[in-house]
């Protein structure tokens, strides 16, 4: 999968993703064609925005017939999805992720592909220390808790609950806030990418000294 800058034909194919999901989203109403198309030119657009957006595009095969009426699969480039970081204070070292998947390629594992792809962009390119992100517990926090779990294991109170974030078919529902490091996400990275090299090379990373590191336990992270 590869990041690529937004189109505004993108941003109308989301535009509609949007309108599926309204269990997720922060706006309480359905976006117009013409509010899409400003949101595109003020924010994508814009070199001074603090959002950082990208869409997300891969390989999908899709069965095809041989004209001997032989069938076949055929891989063609996809517009699969789009986010990245919003809300960027560069004073501050952190932003807030955005990630949103097409119906039709969600459970596949583009979604956690997605979010290595934003924090690598976010830590190595935008050189931010922290990303937070928050999930109504009316939506898929328990794919966000499994990012925390994977990307910051070595940091102790990654995420908790707060009360009464979205008001959704007549009940209030709490969210799940999360934050992922630098710190844990480079450590992550570098344990798999040299899972074999013997641990002297890291004498400065130790898993049983780190006081630091990231049990699974922490009581502010609900259960699945």
Not at 146 to 165: G, V
Not at 190 to 213: H, K, L, M, W
């Amino acid at each position: 999968m590869e990041l690529r800058p937004l189109t505004e034909q993108d941003m109308e194919q989301v535009r509609v993703w949007r309108h599926d999901v309204p269990n997720v989203l922060r706006t309480p109403y359905m976006l117009t064609e013409e509010m899409q198309q400003d949101y595109y030119h003020d924010t994508i657009c814009n070199r001074d925005s603090s959002t950082r957006y990208w869409g997300l595009w891969d390989v999908v095969l899709v069965d095809a017939i041989k004209a001997s009426g032989t069938k076949y699969q055929q891989g063609h480039t996809t517009f699969i999805g789009y986010g990245g970081i919003e809300n960027i204070s560069f004073e501050n070292g952190n932003g807030e992720m955005s990630l949103l998947i097409g119906p039709e390629y969600r459970g596949k594992g583009y979604g956690k592909e997605a979010v290595g792809l934003f924090l690598d962009q976010a830590f190595n390119q935008l050189r931010l220390e922290h990303v937070y992100g928050e999930c109504y517990e009316c939506g898929p926090w328990r794919f966000w808790n499994s990012m925390a779990l994977i990307y910051s294991k070595a940091t102790r109170d990654l995420a908790c609950w707060l009360p009464a974030r979205k008001y959704y078919q007549g009940e209030y529902h709490d969210s799940y806030y999360f934050t992922f490091s630098a710190e844990s996400y480079r450590r992550y990275t570098r344990e798999n990418r040299f899972p074999a090299d013997p641990p002297e090379e890291y004498q400065g990373v130790s898993r049983q000294a780190d006081t630091g590191i990231y049990d699974g336990g922490s009581q502010s992270v609900r259960p699945f």
